[in-house]
């Protein structure tokens, strides 16, 4: 019994996954009178390789740039409200299928449930898979979040600089991992 359950083991797939290793997320808000930009390196995901489905998350206080240090501090307590909402995700999968063996670039749609400021929403984000080589992948996407539909308001003091929708981009280099 124990050899059969040994030989069910062994003849079950591996999993095999990509794991981001580095990572660059921006957001811009242009409005007429400001146009505010940060970015982090701390995008944190996974991809399992044979299903496609996939994990992201970043920390919201990880942001840098803006205009001030005291825009900072507004962006993770008046809106982002960061110890409340320390973090947004993306779960889903890849709706195409890709052949993770042939290297190319690969349009993609990510389907999944995107959490931001404790709202999820199902979000379908075009983006793009380079496949470099069987060890290491790329994506890239460029997207639009709208703040409104997340729960959080423009005071309309700041109308006319913070812009409701906000306009995201990412790229990010995985490596492949066993498990």
């Known amino acids: ?54 994990r992201f998350s970043i920390a919201m206080n990880t942001f840098d740039g803006f205009n001030s240090p005291l825009q900072r501090e507004h962006y993770n307590e008046n809106y982002i409200e960061s110890n409340r909402y320390p973090e947004a995700q993306f779960i889903g999968r890849v709706i195409e299928q890709i052949d993770w063996s042939k290297p190319g670039t690969y349009a993609i749609r990510a389907k999944g449930d995107f959490i931001l400021h404790g709202q999820k929403k199902n979000l379908i984000i075009p983006s793009q898979i380079q496949v470099h080589s069987e060890q290491e992948i790329r994506i890239k996407s460029q997207f639009k979040i709208s703040l409104s539909e997340f729960g959080i308001k423009i005071p309309r003091i700041v109308h006319k600089k913070l812009a409701e929708m906000i306009d995201v981009s990412l790229d990010c280099r995985l490596i492949k991992t066993d498990s």
């Open 1 to 54: 019994m124990k050899s059969l359950l040994f030989l069910f083991l062994y003849l079950l797939p591996s999993r095999e996954y990509y794991k981001i290793q580095v990572s660059n997320v921006r957001f811009t808000s242009s409005q007429t009178q400001e146009t505010i930009r940060a970015y982090s390196k701390s995008l944190k995901g996974i991809i399992d390789k044979n299903t496609g489905h996939f």
